[in-house]
């Protein structure tokens, strides 16, 4: 299960993430012709603290979710992944809903701090023309598996 | 014809790295078409990054693989890698790999393991495996440093009818009620779960010792 | 009749234990024509995103029978929608849908089936493979008033494991219960399974 600080998420296995994106990674990545721009950079990243990685993890599903993975919907057809499109999309939909991070007060700059490093990924995503952004996100998923499995305890 | 364009003649192709407790190798093939005398140079690029920069070391080579490890290093980091392929009196061939990154690409060997008969024991010693993953104090990762959630899978092959498991993070173990002067036959795979990871075995076949009590 | 209509397939309902999960209807019957029926799917991200699209099933596009295999479409804990219509020929029917959606933390989940056996004084336990979502918690115990319960997480299946060492002279009973992460449920325990050991009782 995943544990984003006082966020915890039971039955979504991160294996199963893997296995449905491995299975379209090769033909998404390479549609990805912009090897210049990085939009989960590094810096979106490092050193988030666990009282953080709630805020951070729910913002970036919830725009991969409701932006990214909608819009880009249409290549999922063309290239008849959706399938595994399906199973990835509903895992991380799992997650996304079991994330209730805290609203209250002392959280505000926690909270803050959290969109800034969202912020740091939306203004590059903005850089990009739609299609190029909406390519190169969902062609970073990995990234953001790669950060989810920080959190995850077997 | 441009080079890598559809009708410039193929001298290039499965570029891809090889990696194996994060010792990555950039491999490659010729093509239908490349006489003996291609030469290959290697160039890598941190994915993010605009400049692509030379591997010294693979510039005008013959051979078809290049050692990246150093260059690929950082845990944090995806990378891509070009080589391009000359003939003489021709046009340059370049080829771009797919992007790489170690913590997802790269393969667990087996374990190094010491696995010591005693009466109606078997002890299995694991030793730590080192990468060449350099830490900021210089020293060089253990695969149990990068991997939190490694762990070691031992089974006991009780003469081809029932298997004894033990498992978990320490590297000391022991299979204890064993029938001296027995033979067993032991693997040990190590497993990171977060990655799905898991090595090939490493067997031992060993015989208890004879009870002179 | 190439003009009368197909009628939608009826009573659609799934069947499902132990994670496999199985979708019936009332069959089609045009006599002297072969009716095939499509079952199709949506996960809830889809139905809340996205709910023109449904997803054509992994092995049930098309089916000639009355069922479908949907467990390999079923890769999530949410609420999926399904539906099924028949074709004959070029005519097709209206879609039936399965009200309501199936989530598949529904399943029934049942005790695992065990064999239990000792090999000199070794306990040992085969449990059948009922698939990679599944673990099982086993306790044993020595048959003795006051004997302590052991227990265990078993994930290897399909092969006999070793539990324990066994006493000499003393009888010694298994139980199991599977586990599945996915929907974070536990099946009851199985009846226990005891075996006794060969030779002198040791003194308590």
Redesign the interface.
Known sequence: ?FHFGPCHV????LL?LWK?FGAMKDIVVTQDKIMSVRLLKQEVFQNVSDAESCYLAHELLKFY??TV??DY?HKVVEFKI??SF??L???L??IMSKLQPRQENETVSIRESAHRRFLLFWSAFKQLNTEAALTKAFGEVDILLTWMGKFYRH | AAPGTEDSPALLQYVKFQSSNFENILTWESGPESPPDTTYSVEYKTYGESVWLAKKGCQGITRKSCNLTMETGNLTELYYAKVTAVRPGGQPFPKISERFSSLQHTTIKPPDVTCVPKVRSIQMIIHPTPTPILAGDGHRFTLEEIFQDLFYRLELR?NH?????LGGQQREYEF??L?PETEFLGTIMILVPTWSKESAPYVCRVKTLPDWT | DPGAVVPAPQNLSVHSANMKHLLVWSPVILPGETVHYWVEYQ????S???SH?W?PS?WCSPTPGPECDVTD?I????PYRLRVRATSGPRASAWSALKPPFNR?STLLLPPRMAVRK????L?I?LEDLGP?FEFFVTFWRKAPGAKEHAKVVR?VG????LG?MEPGAVYCVKARALV????RRSAFSQAQCVEVQGEALPL
């Open positions: 299960e039971e039955g979504v296995a199963e449905a979710l409701h993975f909608k919907y959706m399938k399906s199973t999309a509903n895992n939909f799992v | 009780v009818t029932y298997q004894m498991h204890l009620g029938t | 996960g809830e991200y889809e809340l995103y996205m699209v997803i992994s479409d890769t999530a804990t949410v933390n090999d000199g004084s070794h040992v085969e979502q290897s092969f006999p494991v070793y060492a992460r996915a929907i974070a």
